[in-house]
Each structure stands twice: as C-alpha cells, then as structure tokens.
C-alpha cells in the first residue's frame, strides 16, 4: 500500500500565525521531503529527510520549518508567511537509495492571507 | 546542467483517440526516469519508473518507453477519465534523490 497521508487538507492562516503541516507514511521508507508547487507549475524541492537527518535544504527561508520526529512522520512549521507563500505544499517519500520511486502525498493547500 | 522538457503542454483529444506525449531530457548519470499523473489540486499519482534505455511498461491504456534521451507516454483509446495533467521527472546522478520535473502535459479527452 503506497500511502502519504497529508493534515490538513485545506489550511488558511494570517502573517502572524504560527501553524504546521503534518504527514505519515507507513511503508517503511527512510527518505522523507517536502515539496512545494504553485498552479500550472511543476514541484519544487524544498527539504529532504534521510534517516531522520536534514539532508538538503534548497534554500529555502527560514519561516519555514522542517522536523521529522521520527521514520514515519515529518512536519512542516510555519510562521510569519507571506501570500506569495500560499501554494500546494505536498510531502512525499522514498527509499533512501537513489533511482528508487517517490510516493507523494494529496498535498495540504495554503492560503496566506 | 539536468533538465527536462515535456511537449506539447496541452493535447486535446477524442475519446478513442490515440496519441503519445514526449519527455526529453539530459542529465548526468539517469538513475531513473519517472511518470506522474496529477488531478487538479491533487499530488502526483505515481505510474511508472524507467531505468535503461529499451525499457517499456504498461499499465491499462498507458504505456511508457525509454530511448537514452527522450521518454514516450503512449496513450491508446483514452477516456475522458484520463484527463489531468502528465508529469515527467529525471534522478540523475549525485548524493541526492532529487528529483527534476518537466513543465506538464495537460491532456483533455472529450467524449
């Protein structure tokens, strides 16, 4: 069962608020990344997770915030956005060696507002 | 420098209209090429890994082919439950599992 599961679906929060996304997979993968993507537009990396350790981050600014707790979840902590941040956030998963398939998620949409 | 470049961007078709979509890419040392098909504000839904060149899979009316510098998504009688969006994504080589996408096919099939 190839399964990501993303909470919330649908989240809106204002520039000041501090929020976070959650996502569980269950099938054993090591590899864990946020992704993010606006409309009409391909995903964009953001963070890679490999065995629990922060492997890449692609630049991104530091009101986003990333931790995996453990193998099977990873969070991502939100604070102080700005509306050009509203976007479909997608987490995703993977064996940890390379050429191997990555399982996304339904992604969490976000509205900055 | 990896890149991938997918055509056309948009593709309408009849239902039972066959057709393919294309995936060229360069990349350094290809440990995969991959297929997605994504719903409108939906993930990608995984459909198919490619590794060597020569390799083919199918799945339903779908099927994927790999040549060393471009992929095919061969679409035989679609259905208007195939419309979405088509994405291709290269790992090439390196320490990452990065993945690097094409732009998107948007296929409509109309009834």
């Known amino acids: 069962d190839t399964e990501v599961t993303q909470t919330p679906k649908h989240l809106v929060m204002g520039m000041t608020n501090k929020k976070s996304l959650k996502c569980e997979q269950h099938m054993g993968h090591r590899a864990m990344y946020w992704y993010k993507q606006k409309a009409k537009k391909p995903p964009e990396l953001m963070f890679v997770y490999s065995y629990e350790k922060l492997s890449i981050n692609e630049s991104v600014p530091s009101r986003f915030s990333p931790e995996c707790p453990n193998s099977s979840l990873l969070n991502l902590h939100l604070h102080a956005l700005q509306p050009e941040d509203s976007a479909l956030y997608l987490c995703a998963s993977s064996q940890v060696t390379g050429g191997n398939t990555i399982y996304f998620g339904e992604g969490s949409w976000l509205t900055v507002v | 420098e ?47 890994t490619l590794y060597s060149a020569g390799e083919e899979k199918e799945k339903e009316r779908l099927k ?3 040549t060393k510098k471009e992929s095919f998504l061969h679409i035989t009688a679609p ?18 599992n990065k993945l ?7 296929l409509a099939v109309q009834p």
């Open chain 2, 100 to 106: 690097i996408f094409g732009t998107g096919t948007l």
């Open chain 2, 2 to 48: 990896d890149q991938v470049t997918q055509s056309p961007e948009a593709l309408r078709l009849q239902e039972g209209e066959s057709s393919s979509l294309n995936c060229s890419y360069t990349v350094s040392g290809l440990r995969g090429l991959f297929w997605y098909r994504q719903d409108p504000g939906k993930g990608p839904e995984f459909l198919f």
């Open chain 2, 79 to 96: 259905k208007p439950e195939d419309s979405a969006t088509y994405l291709c994504a290269v790992q090439g080589g390196g320490a990452t």
């Open chain 2, 64 to 66: 994927a082919t790999l």
